[in-house]
């Protein structure tokens, strides 16, 4: 029988600490040889950060081929996350979403996918030339977001299509809100499908306590946890997960693909301590977020015409859960919007949350937060409703617009284009993609008909000053288009 | 043996007072409390080792604090005091018969325990039967109040702990709300002369500025602040505070003080040429 498993031990970061104490003269990469050749950056970043810099040997194991500390780690976090196998990505949850896609699906097969996905799910399709089907998501009315993937909607792609090879869900969206992951597995899995799931914003789903079901538990097949959201660990550290019925060392060359091949270890660590710290206090980490997101709610709620929204909007179908750590508020019905209370909070009150939308601010709260910074969000959101309060008229409600596709993602992306002015766009197929940024969906994917109302929305949301990405052209004003 | 207590003013730069014994420690959810007496300054209060106030020089900063808006308002009934853990401002404060009320609001509890056990001359303050004590967040409790307030009395700590939230746009604008439509806001502004000081001491009145028609600044000498040289914030919907000065009213009340009188009052708003410029430029 197996041991049990001990969560406090940190394997990864115990053969870190070994290895500084053994000073060992570095006649290795990196040149700056433990920040001594880069004095300025030490000073920046510190010492100890510069002396771990290191690269991979055999007392720290290999990422790309891993068979000691970095497997006992990764091993560790699969327990932790209830997933037969971990793979600690350096690239970000870009790259695992990037890897679930390259790994279930090759050139021409088909991938059942809501529109509404980070751009890398999008982007990986790019890379392997999949085709997307894409299950629009029903949009609420009032919030102006789009919702969950529906059963319904899921089923009726999948008899279009029964010739799918994977189905990718993005839960919880950006916003919180859960899919019935369950019964999507279920289905997919009865038509032998792979489920993957984007869980960028539910790493915390396998570590607090009442928390919507994650995408190992509910049995998917791979999912992107990216550990430096909610998780604690450094940005652009991420998990991908995998089930019992995923080939590993497939999995393995696949991320291989794209990954460096110098992996860093200040990401590595933290990714080890992160997930220990999760397995040892998760519970009492997340309780203590969900306890401030809660008050920061009923704050707001005092506030008036400003709606932080939560698990009341579950309807069983669109919406089968809410994860109440995500602090999402409804701006519109001040006449103000989301994009715009953004820029207003850093540049006028000097706070930083993490994106706004046509109607919505979202405000990440975490671990790191303190009761006292919740009441200066609120006071400030407080301030801007009394002093800036405009009629509802004229804003833009809808966040997501349906597309067309016309062509695969890929097929468009490498094909003969040319730049047209955003304004002469319409009805051409885009051969790029324009999504504000944060949040990173696309409101436009290669592979699309450029409708009026897409051309009226970019316009919009640079008018509110929204950061737009995606483009060859970083003003946004030419868009590259299938040549006629 | 000698014991010295240093304050680190700068990074560079420490200010250390003899101590004869600790009286008081205590961490608190908050900060770290810490209660001292010395030969020179008498007995002081530290808030993670940054010095509040000593029995020497503490009137100077609770009267500075205090009688300026007093001498200006005609008639101030109801009066909300942020901070003031050490109930020093309420003492001023209730020399005023005109007072119908006073809302203290101070985050940590501790620190008023820790006065009223250690700090008689400056929590016989509390004694007030007119005081009314919220241990809550100032930032919260502004959010709550409209047009309710002749006189608001920020006497924070510094911008860098639990006190953050009371140098904010976000809270002079709740301030503004909270006041009557000829309401007076007197705010701890920081120094001008040691750099982070300054800069804090800009950002404040670059908000306040904006949020108040009427926003000046003065001063006062106070040797244990760093530098000695602090400032106070005065900012009014209505009353000017050299213009609208009633000198003959105040002196009138026969209200007995150490350091502020009348004359100093309008000395006290002319300030240093680099001062005058360090408040033009954001403003």
């Known amino acids: ?484 | 043996m000698s014991l010295w207590f240093t304050e680190k003013q700068t990074e560079n730069v420490g200010f250390s007072i003899k101590v004869s014994r600790q009286l008081f420690s205590k961490k608190s959810d908050f900060q770290k409390i810490e209660i001292f007496d010395s030969e020179e300054f008498g007995r002081f209060l530290a808030l993670d080792g940054i010095m509040m106030l000593t029995e020497k020089d503490e009137h100077i900063y609770h009267e500075m604090i205090a009688h300026p808006a007093m001498a200006v308002h005609p008639r101030v009934k109801d009066v909300l005091v942020i901070g003031a853990g050490d109930g020093g401002v309420l003492r001023e404060l209730a020399r005023y018969k005109s007072i119908r009320h006073i809302d203290v609001v101070e985050i940590d509890e501790d620190v008023v325990e820790a006065a009223k056990e250690f700090l008689p001359q400056t929590a016989c303050g509390f004694k007030d039967p007119r005081v009314d004590l919220h241990f809550e967040d100032g930032v919260r409790f502004v959010r709550r109040k409209s047009d309710c307030y002749d006189l608001i009395i920020v006497d924070s700590t510094d911008p860098f702990g639990p006190g953050e939230g009371l140098f904010t746009k976000e809270f002079y604008g709740g301030c503004n709300k909270a006041l009557r439509k000829d309401g007076i806001l007197v705010n701890q502004h920081e120094s001008p002369f040691y750099k982070d000081d300054a800069a804090a001491m800009a950002r404040t009145h670059k908000h306040i500025f904006k949020r108040f028609p009427i926003a000046k600044v003065y001063q006062a000498h106070i040797p244990t602040y760093p530098s000695g040289h602090w400032l106070f914030g005065f900012a009014s919907k209505k009353y000017h505070p050299l213009k609208n000065l009633n000198s003959d009213k105040w002196n009138s009340l026969k209200i007995k003080t150490r350091y502020y009188n009348t004359n100093l009052h309008s000395g006290a708003f002319a300030l240093p040429t680099y001062v005058e410029e360090m408040l033009k430029d954001v403003e």
């Open chain 1, 1 to 484: 029988m197996a041991a049990k498993t001990d969560f406090s031990r940190a394997p990864l970061y115990e053969a870190m600490l070994k290895f500084r104490d053994m000073r060992v003269v570095p006649f290795d990469v990196p040149g700056h040889k433990r920040g001594r050749g880069n004095p300025k950056l030490a000073d920046f970043l510190g010492d100890k950060c510069l002396s771990i810099d290191v690269n991979s040997m055999k007392p720290l194991d290999n990422l790309c081929h891993p068979t000691s500390v970095i497997a006992e780690a990764q091993n560790l976090a699969a327990k932790a996350f209830g997933a037969e196998h971990a793979f600690f990505m350096v690239n970000g949850t870009t790259g695992a979403v990037q890897s679930m896609v390259l790994y279930a699906l090759k050139r021409g097969e088909k991938i059942i996918l809501p529109r509404n996905v980070h751009r890398s799910a999008i982007n990986a399709l790019v890379l392997c030339g999949a085709v997307p089907v894409y299950v629009n998501p029903a949009v609420d009315s009032r919030l102006g977001i789009a919702l969950g993937m529906s059963v319904e909607g899921l089923k009726k792609a999948i008899r279009e299509n029964p010739d799918a090879k994977a189905v990718l869900v993005n839960n919880p969206t950006y916003y919180g809100i859960c899919s019935d992951l369950k019964k999507i597995v279920k289905i997919a899995h009865s038509k032998n499908m792979l489920v993957l799931v984007d869980e960028a914003h539910g790493a915390h789903f396998s570590f607090g306590k009442n928390m919507p079901v994650s995408a190992m538990k509910a049995g998917a097949d791979l999912a992107s946890a990216s550990m430096h959201k909610s998780g604690g660990s450094l940005t652009q550290s991420s998990i991908l997960l995998a089930s019992k019925k995923v080939n590993e060392g497939y999995l393995r060359q696949i991320v291989n693909l794209t990954q460096t091949t110098s992996a860093s270890y200040l990401l590595l660590s933290s990714l080890d301590l992160s997930r220990r710290e999760l397995s040892m206090h998760g519970e009492e980490i997340f309780e203590k977020v969900c306890e401030l997101a809660e008050y920061a709610r009923g704050e707001i709620k005092d506030i008036g015409d400003i709606y932080a929204f939560s698990s009341e909007i579950i309807d069983g179908v669109n919406v089968c859960d809410f994860d109440i750590t995500k602090l999402s508020i409804l701006t519109l019905d001040a006449g103000i919007a989301g994009i715009e209370v953004y820029d207003i909070l850093r540049d006028e009150y000097d706070i930083q949350i993490e994106f706004g939308d046509m109607g919505n601010v979202l405000a990440y709260v975490s671990v790191g937060d303190r009761k006292r910074d919740i009441e200066r969000l609120v006071s400030a959101l407080a301030e801007i409703r009394r002093t800036r309060r405009k009629s509802k008229r004229g804003m833009f409600e809808r966040e997501f617009i349906s597309p067309q596709v016309a062509l695969s993602p890929q097929e468009a992306f490498y094909s003969q284009k040319e730049q047209v002015p955003l304004a002469k766009s319409a009805g051409r197929i885009a051969c790029e993609f324009v999504m504000c940024y944060p949040p990173g969906i696309p409101v436009l994917a290669a592979g699309e008909v450029i409708t009026p109302e897409i051309i009226e929305y970019i316009k919009y949301a640079k008018s509110k000053g929204c950061s737009l990405t995606g483009t060859q052209d970083l003003g946004v004003s030419k868009l590259t288009v299938l040549k006629d």
